[in-house]
């Protein structure tokens, strides 16, 4: 069974840092694009960003480069998000997901293969005040 378990969200104020962790399980590591994808009350998932494995380039959404960055550790089964220079806007809950390159109803935005989600966790909310 796929686990994705998600840690690290809590409260912080404006321009702090925060990393998020997730834990993965039940599935090969390092034969999946992961990454993280966040939603926030009343809008739209929007993809943050993922790890492309079969080159690992990472992608990274427009809202969030300059200011977060992702990273795997392959023996820990684990993909984290450094997030710094927070802003309300990034006020969200954050999802880990692993993504498929199959077409499915269950989408982020991104580019193609970090779009498409194969399994995501519960999620974690992250809150920034202002």
Known sequence: EVQLVESGGGLVQAGGSLRLSCAAS????????IGWFRQAPGKEREGVSCIYRDSDIKYYGDSVKGRFTISADNAKSTVYLQMNSLKPEDTAVYYCAIYTVTRSLEVVSGPF???YLEHWGQGTLVTVSS
């Not at 039940?26 to 694009?33: L, N, P, Q």
């Open 113 to 115: 293969g970090c779009r």
């Open 26 to 33: 039940g599935f090969t590591f390092d034969e999946y694009s």
